[in-house]
């Protein structure tokens, strides 16, 4: 799994025709694969999963391994839109300790981050280790600065919201991410604003659960003054 996800993020591993939407629709097969899932870990007491780094991201660390599935008689093939079919979604398993649910990594939107990960990856070389900094929305973490790079944004509409464009953030560390605090406002405000919301909360969590996809090539967020806000694990 740490080869695919290398590749992935790379922006070099599949073909063009990845880039267009599917005609399936994403929801069509996760409840197959929900079910396969389910009577794999009861029949296995285990989960069909890839093996994962320990410090690999959330929920990039989940991988389903249809393999497994096919093993166990459980799934005659991949579904159609999955990355192992030629599509646009990596199938992926969120709360695996709790309630295993199946959910989807759209790839166009992981290849971007990579792409633009590489981008400054190579500006940071060429630059005496500087980063490419816009705008600062937190403490050591900004817009990144595309016109420094001499590039234009990737044009990728998030997952969560088919009316907008993804932004992209750099720590201070120099690792890059997809900027979800628009759509975790957008979500805030349509339930009613921060008064449910906890201190510690990871709010990533409010996308995963109410959507099919998991928000990858993240930060974790937490609510401070009025708003999302990106921080790292530990600070």
Same mark, same amino acid.
């Given at each position: ?13 599949y073909?063009?025709e ?7 629709n994403?929801a ?8 396969a ?7 296995t007491g285990?989960?069909?999963? !890839?093996?994962?780094?320990?410090d690999?991201?959330?929920?990039? !660390? ?6 497994k599935?096919q ?7 991949p579904?159609v ?12 398993l ?52 595309f ?8 044009q990728?509409k ?7 464009f993804?932004?992209y ?13 628009p ?8 339930k009613?604003g ?7 909360e ?5 996308l ?8 990858? !090539? ?18």
């Amino acid at each position: 799994m740490l080869a695919l996800l290398t590749v992935l993020a790379a922006g070099c591993m599949y073909p063009n025709e990845l880039r267009k939407q599917n005609t399936a629709n994403p929801a069509e097969f996760i409840p197959v694969v929900q079910g396969a899932v389910d009577r794999f870990h009861a029949k296995t007491g285990v989960l069909p999963i !890839k093996n994962s780094e320990e410090d690999t991201p959330i929920y990039e !660390k989940y991988m389903i391994d249809f393999k497994k599935l096919q093993e166990h008689g459980l799934i005659s093939t991949p579904p159609v839109n999955s990355f192992e079919s030629g599509g646009l979604f990596l199938y992926v398993l969120v709360h695996p300790e709790t309630k295993p649910e199946v959910k989807l990594l759209e790839l166009s939107t992981y290849q971007s981050a990579g792409d633009v990960q590489n981008w400054v990856n190579d500006y940071k070389k060429k630059n005496g280790g500087q980063l490419p900094k816009g705008e600062q929305i937190a403490p050591y973490f900004y817009y990144v600065d595309f016109g420094k790079l001499g590039k234009k944004p990737p044009q990728v509409k998030s997952v969560y919201n088919r009316n907008s464009f993804i932004n992209y953030i750099v720590h201070e560390s120099g690792q890059v991410a997809i900027d979800y605090a628009p759509d975790l406002m957008l979500y805030i405000k349509a339930k009613g604003g921060e008064g449910a919301l906890k201190p510690d909360e990871d709010l990533r969590e409010l996308l995963v659960q109410d959507s099919l996809f998991v928000p990858g !090539k993240s930060f974790p967020y937490r609510w401070e003054n009025g708003q999302p806000i990106p921080y790292l694990p530990g600070t």
